[in-house]
């Protein structure tokens, strides 16, 4: 059974710091996505990483993904209060109709 | 999300009626995903549909909770005898255009048991 757990599940931090954002899966995947979901809002998509090696980057967001250590990383470079968001990693099953299975989500807080 | 339309966007409901959310995809996303998303949580699958094969149901709860498409248009999922657990953002999603970026989600349904 494919699992996903992402750590750490809430984090604070404050402007201009760096941090990572760390998502284990248990079983092989072909593909692992990062999703931002604001407060009372639906997901929008940020990264979809089909590769061992594959890298990522979107402004100050950076998603890299190691398929033979089943871990993917999003890393926040000198953050910004705009991104306090709650982030999600899924990652679709190989014997699934592409189904994701989802991490629990990180909460992140990042204060002015 | 563009492309993914969802109504109710909230829904009060007593404990024990029934309740039909719906989901309204642009036409062409022959994939459609019914997601559950309970407060503080992860999403959690539910059913799944594509084109005109048999839906993959095994996500499903329980027998009270049945959904439905036609072809590539609207789906509706149906609650019968809704329980206070059931209380959760219902999500439907279709995969993007573009293989390669994901998956597209609506705004969901917020669903209240009381």
């Known amino acids: 059974e494919l699992k996903v757990e992402q750590n750490p599940l809430f984090l604070s931090m404050q402007e201009g710091k760096n941090y990572t954002i760390y998502c284990n899966y248990s079983?092989?995947?072909?593909?692992l996505y990062w999703y931002r979901q604001d407060p009372g809002k639906s997901l929008e998509s940020l990264f979809v990483?089909?590769?061992n090696g594959a890298v990522k980057q979107e402004g100050r967001l950076m998603a890299s993904l190691d398929t033979k250590a089943r871990l993917s990383t999003l890393h926040i470079t000198a953050a910004v209060h705009d991104l306090s968001a709650t982030y999600f990693c899924?990652?679709?099953?190989?014997?699934?109709?592409?189904?994701?299975?989802w991490g629990a989500g990180t909460k992140l807080i990042i204060k002015p | 999300g563009a492309g993914v339309s969802q109504s109710p966007s909230n829904k009060v409901t007593e404990k024990g009626k029934d309740v039909e959310l719906r989901c309204d995809p642009i036409?062409?996303?022959?994939?459609l995903y019914w997601y559950r998303q309970r407060l503080g949580q992860g999403l959690e699958f539910l059913i799944y549909?594509?084109?005109?094969?048999?839906?993959?149901k095994s996500g499903l709860p329980s027998d009270r909770f049945s959904a439905e498409r036609t072809g590539e248009s609207v789906s509706t999922l149906t609650i019968q005898r809704t329980q206070q657990e059931d209380s959760a953002v219902y999500l439907c999603a279709v995969m993007s255009r573009g293989f390669w970026d994901g998956y597209t989600f609506g705004s969901g349904t917020r669903l209240t048991v009381v």
């Open positions: 079983t092989t995947s072909d593909r």
């Open positions: 899924a990652v679709e099953g190989l014997d699934s109709n592409y189904q994701l299975i």
């Open positions: 549909f594509q084109g005109n094969s048999a839906p993959d």
């Open positions: 036409s062409g996303h022959t994939a």
């Open positions: 990483l089909l590769s």
